[in-house]
């Protein structure tokens, strides 16, 4: 059983950056692919970014270019660094872990789910 937490969202103005960290427990994430995902209210949940065991990440056209999924497995945490942040970034961002070790882009390839944090951006 995995338990995943994350942190470091907020309110930001348009342009500015976020850092999300995603930490675990219970178990070691070296072997899982780790996904980001966000729901905006009245909308289907989305991939943002995901990256595998071995580190090959996945973005998003969406925000390609401006974050970035990294992973500290010494740390058992997995990052998303957000620049540039717009308005229609405002979700509810879920970290997820895929027990099969790639960068899953679907929410049915990932068996764990942390409670989300809020991220809003104003214009």
């Known amino acids: 059983q995995v338990q995943l937490v994350e942190s470091g969202g907020g309110l930001v103005q348009a342009g500015g950056s976020l850092r999300l960290s995603c930490s675990a427990s219970?178990?070691?994430?070296?072997?899982?692919?780790m996904g980001w995902f966000r729901q905006a209210p009245g909308k289907e949940r989305e991939i943002v970014a995901a990256?595998?065991?071995?580190?090959?990440?996945y973005h998003a056209d969406s925000v390609k270019g401006r974050f970035t999924i990294s992973r500290d497995n010494a740390k058992n945490t997995v990052y998303l660094q957000m620049n540039s942040l717009k308005p229609e970034d405002t979700a509810v961002y879920y970290c997820a872990a895929n027990v099969m070790g790639y960068a899953g882009t679907g929410s049915y390839e990932y068996s764990y789910w942390g409670q989300g944090t809020q991220v809003t951006v104003s214009s």
């Open positions: 219970g178990r070691t994430l070296g072997t899982y692919g």
């Open positions: 990256i595998s065991r071995i580190s090959s990440t």
